[in-house]
């Protein structure tokens, strides 16, 4: 009988155990997918992605074919109710949580009356946009009526969103609701400091599209994405950032390169982060 409790404490103290939070979980560091890491792949394979990596949480981006089950289908406002309810249940089948929507762009205001009534039947917490400058007083009516954050993306030039200080002259005087989708890569593309942009953005960063990058050399035109801790990205520092300002919010894996067998690299990604969060964390 001695040797049955012991037994049941053991697999109790197991089943704590990896339920544990993190310390990044515990700050309020959510890691996420962006589902343009496995674009390649349905959307019902990205989701097994995601669990295979132990990641609980998808930014799905419109667009992105559905998959087995749904036929010709792919994820974005024009799906009907039913269908919408079904992705839910095939991402809580897998231990996923559908977040957010994005990068989501249309010069058509009725359009992103659609997006966001979409975002409210899923559920999402924000949804990540570019919207052209004229369209802010509808965007922001929407967010407000429907109770969806705005995480505004910074696609390269010429996006309007390229550098926060246009964004910022944009949303500065908004709902507190609209913030930035701080994509690192493409403010280093640009030729800026991704610690000196978030710093601008301050307290309106609503989430990232995380990732590291090569470095600039001469005669090349493209910075690829890298594992991270392996490229000129400062995130260890932005990391420190966070901390310092006790920042909550997701962090989505966005990593263009290697389409096809990008998980084994993800998951050095995420080993580099576990280590260096929880020693900005100490």
């Known amino acids: 009988m001695k040797r049955f409790f012991l037994l049941c404490g053991l697999i109790m103290a197991?089943?704590?155990?990896l339920q544990a939070k993190t310390k990044a979980e515990k700050a309020g560091w959510k890691m996420s997918m962006q589902s343009y890491t496995f674009h390649m792949f349905s959307l019902m394979e990205a989701l097994d992605k995601c669990q295979e990596l132990g990641i609980k949480n998808?930014?799905?981006?419109?667009?992105?074919?559905l998959g087995e089950g749904f036929?010709?289908?792919a994820f974005g406002p024009d799906l009907d109710a039913a269908t919408l309810k079904q992705i839910r249940k095939e991402a809580s089948r897998r231990g996923v949580r559908i977040v957010a929507s994005g990068v989501y762009v249309s010069?058509?205001?009725?359009?992103?009356?659609?997006?966001?009534?979409?975002?409210?039947?899923?559920?999402?917490?924000?949804?990540?946009?570019?919207?052209?400058?004229?369209?802010?007083?509808?965007?922001e009516a929407l967010s407000k009526k429907y109770g969806i954050k705005v995480a505004v993306h910074n696609h390269p030039?010429?996006?309007?969103?390229?550098?926060?200080?246009?964004?910022?002259?944009?949303?500065?005087?908004?709902?507190?609701?609209i913030g930035s989708c701080a994509d690192i890569g493409h403010w280093n593309r640009q030729g800026l400091n991704?610690?000196?942009?978030?710093?601008?953005?301050?307290?309106?960063?609503?989430?990232?599209?995380?990732?590291?990058?090569a470095p600039r050399r001469e005669g090349e035109s493209e910075q690829t994405d890298v594992i991270w801790g392996t490229g000129s990205l400062q995130l260890k520092h932005i990391l420190t950032h966070l901390r310092d300002m006790k920042w909550k919010?997701?962090?989505?894996?966005?990593y263009e390169t290697n389409w096809m067998n990008s998980v084994p690299d993800i998951h050095k990604c995420l080993q580099y982060y576990d280590r260096v969060s929880a020693e900005v964390l100490e």
């Open 14 to 17: 197991v089943g704590m155990g």
């Open 58 to 65: 998808i930014e799905v981006y419109p667009g992105h074919k």
């Open 71 to 73: 036929g010709e289908l």
């Open 107 to 139: 010069d058509n205001l009725d359009d992103w009356t659609k997006f966001f009534q979409m975002a409210k039947a899923m559920k999402l917490e924000y949804v990540t946009c570019e919207p052209n400058p004229d369209q802010w007083d509808h965007v």
């Open 157 to 177: 030039r010429p996006s309007t969103y390229w550098n926060p200080d246009a964004l910022m002259q944009l949303i500065g005087n908004r709902s507190k609701a």
């Open 194 to 213: 991704e610690m000196e942009c978030l710093r601008k953005v301050g307290d309106r960063l609503i989430s990232f599209h995380f990732k590291d990058i």
């Open 249 to 254: 919010g997701y962090l989505s894996v966005e």
